[in-house]
């Protein structure tokens, strides 16, 4: 991409009225979201500084790391493969594919077309997986309702989290009905579930599940994979083929890290204290095989360039949300898998110098270094990206991305920067110039040619300099002349004198609520609904609540309520996965107070589908088994094939930022909690 035809993408997307509305309305609502989520975190600096220094420790010592992970993922039973590029890891997962389906379908007397149910994964956008596997005739559908979305108007993603915030509600409605054949509505809730039942049938049956990785657990050689909707949980389970495909970059040392970046994760990126489905997978399920591809395609060549800090990245979109840049221009506009600040640098470090011009568009303000979960200082990179200093040799670092007129006003800023009393006299010199180009107003409008001037204006020097200002009120010392300290800081240097804050710790701060209010009220924001009761009354309050619904059949877990009562009340149970069952009932392993959420795993009776197939999810949690954090919950879920943190109903806000309740998982989420 060079700089005129992305400057032409600038002006579209400007031009765009809808595309503007919806990028402002996703801006506003993510921000504060994310700022009500970090507000239930008292620690969260403390937190943010730990995520960095975590994460700078595994890109530092990747490789040790990497072996670690996948000697204990082997042990698992998990098949690792590891690509040294985009075609090496699309060679790898035809070939899983291939052998593994043929080998499904050796019966059948004709070969169908393979079907690929595949959950959102950057990855396999960055190495074009999907226009390679359709090549070879499988049948690929995206079941993220907005990558689906995408995927049937043949676009990228316009947002790593919102892959559809570009578009309207009437644009979905009008989209779905020409290609799905249903009548045209623009009803949100009603789009929603048409997407429902028609990626039923694709969950139902497919013959490979692909998904991304959101972390690979050094220490037990297991995955977590973090979505709100069900699909991610439903391509990992359902199909006896799973492929999980991962940066290589991805990687935490243990739970303590996993569970220190899942509290910024999430909060960072929509605004959840907890997405509603987190996994933690170990082991393949009885009758699946399971494959991990570890992808390099560039990683290790950005690890030893000057850009090696956004290998950090942990993929939240919160730079995207606070760039004032992104926010009126989009993804596609940067024509990148991987847009917006940390896109820009990550794109010019893994594709090449035609990426360079994207670092042009930031203006450096810095919003996106702190919005950062992980501390990542994008300002520096995009300088450095800037300066010429991608790490791909075919580089051309004379091509900047810069008109002539920037490159001759950057090289006379160097020179006037370089020296205080030409940088003073500069100061007067500008100051003059915009009082006589705009005596009245406080804004000048910059000639096109400046590559300014059709989207951004320039503001009037201040009256007096930030030097003068300084000076007036002290050079920012004290009444003694010592430096002022910020709170944070200050708080942090007087933790550290008491010794109450040593490196590496981080705090666990818990209400002092009992853990049992905290969890109910914590479900309670979640649209999840808790029903007390005492451990003689469970099976009749559950057969009462069947009843007033109407149901006489249930997907149950055994050993759960009382089965003999259940037959005498003329309600049938299956251990198996029916699609039909409209409820399933289980028993959880334990209860997170602090966010609501509830921990189930593979089991007698198929109890991961039972707690996903069904509209409604019946959840049996003793008061006895709800813990503090996730952090106390983790290591529950060693020596399971896989486990899931469900923290509410399942949900979306990919149509117009709107949350909608019940995707491909459940849409009620009840929780017979029993007092002990």
């Known amino acids: ?36 989520a970090f507000a239930s975190l008292p620690d969260w600096r403390e937190r943010r500084h730990q995520a960095h220094i975590l994460r700078a420790d595994v890109i530092e010592h990747l490789e040790d790391y990497l072996q670690q992970f996948i000697s204990n993922a082997q042990r698992n039973g998990i098949v690792v493969h590891r690509a040294s590029d985009a075609n090496e890891a699309i060679e790898i997962i035809l070939e899983i594919t291939k052998s593994t389906t043929q ?129 991610g949980r439903m391509v990992t389970t359902l199909p006896p083929l799973h492929i ?66 956004s290998l950090y990245c942990i993929r939240c979109g919160a730079c995207l949300n606070a760039c004032p840049v992104f926010r009126e221009i989009g993804g596609h506009a940067y024509n990148s898998v991987y847009p917006g600040p940390i896109g820009s640098v990550i794109s010019a470090g893994l594709f090449g110098s035609e990426f360079v011009p994207l670092a042009q568009a930031s203006s450096l303000c810095g919003a996106c270094k702190e919005a950062c979960p992980v501390e990542i200082d994008l300002p520096k990179l995009l300088t450095r990206v800037r300066a010429g200093q991608s790490p791909l040799p075919n580089r051309q670092s004379s091509k900047t ?84 300290e910020g709170g944070e800081l200050r708080k942090r240097r007087e933790l550290e004198e008491r010794g109450e804050l040593g490196e590496g710790e981080v705090s ?84 997170l107070a602090d966010t609501g959420s509830v921990l189930e795993a593979d089991g007698e009776g198929n109890k991961l589908h039972a707690s996903l197939l069904p509209e409604i999810h019946i959840v049996i949690l003793h008061t006895s088994d709800i813990l503090p954090s996730l952090l106390d919950a983790l290591p529950r879920t060693l020596g399971t094939k896989s486990a899931v943190f469900i923290t509410g109903p399942s949900r979306t806000s990919d149509i117009e930022m709107s949350l909608t309740i019940g995707v491909h998982g459940p849409g009620e989420l009840y929780v017979f909690l029993v007092d002990d």
Not at 12 to 32: F, G, P, T, V
Not at 473 to 479: A, F, M, P, V
């Open 103 to 231: 080998n499904s379908q050796s019966g059948e007397s004709t070969a169908r077309k393979i079907l690929i149910a595949k959950s959102k994964s950057m990855v396999s956008e960055e190495i074009n997986l999907n226009h390679a596997l359709e090549r070879e005739n499988f049948r690929v559908v995206e079941t993220d309702l907005g990558e689906y979305i995408v995927q049937l108007r043949r676009e990228r993603p316009a947002h790593i989290i919102t892959p559809a915030v570009h578009l309207r509600r009437q644009e979905v409605g009008q989209l779905f009905h020409e290609k799905l054949g249903v009548p045209y509505t623009e009803d949100i809730a009603e789009l929603t579930q048409i997407a429902r039942r028609i990626l039923r049938e694709i969950f139902l049956s497919a013959d490979v599940g692909i998904s991304g990785v959101n972390f690979g657990i050094a220490e037990t050689g297991g995955i977590c994979i973090v979505t709100n909707e069900g699909n």
């Open 244 to 309: 999980a495909l991962m940066g290589m970059e991805r990687l935490v040392r243990n739970f303590e890290d996993l569970a220190i970046l899942l509290s910024l994760l999430p909060r960072s990126a929509t605004g959840q204290k907890l997405t509603v489905y987190t996994q933690i997978i170990h082991k393949p399920l009885p009758h699946q095989q399971r494959h991990l591809v570890l992808l390099d395609n560039g990683r290790t060549r950005l690890r030893n360039s000057p850009l090696k800090e």
């Open 401 to 484: 991305g810069l008109s002539r007129f920037s490159v001759f006003f950057l090289r006379t800023y160097s020179r006037f920067a370089r020296s205080p009393r030409l940088f003073a006299l500069s100061q007067t010199f500008a100051w003059l110039i915009t009082r006589l180009l705009s005596p009245r107003s406080e804004w000048i409008r910059l000639p096109a040619f400046t590559g300014w001037g059709y989207s951004k204006d320039f503001p009037r020097f201040a009256g007096k300099t930030f030097r003068a200002r300084f000076h007036q009120r002290g050079g920012g010392r004290g009444e003694r002349g010592e430096l002022r």
């Open 508 to 591: 666990q701060p818990f209400r002092d609520k009992e853990k049992r209010e905290q969890f109910i009220e914590e479900l309670a924001k979640l649209n999840g609904h808790v029903i007390r009761t005492r451990a003689n009354e469970l099976t009749d309050k559950v057969i009462e609540f069947l009843r007033s619904r109407g149901i006489n059949r249930i997907h149950l877990e055994p050993n759960v309520l009382n089965e003999s009562l259940l037959q005498k009340a003329g309600i049938t149970f299956s251990r198996e996965a029916e699609a039909a069952l409209r409820v399933g009932v289980t028993k959880a392993l334990c209860g």
């Open 1 to 36: 991409m060079n700089s005129n035809r992305f400057r032409q993408r600038i002006r579209q997307s400007l031009a765009n009225e809808i595309l503007q509305i919806a990028l402002d309305a996703n801006a506003e609502r993510r921000l504060k979201g994310r700022a009500a």
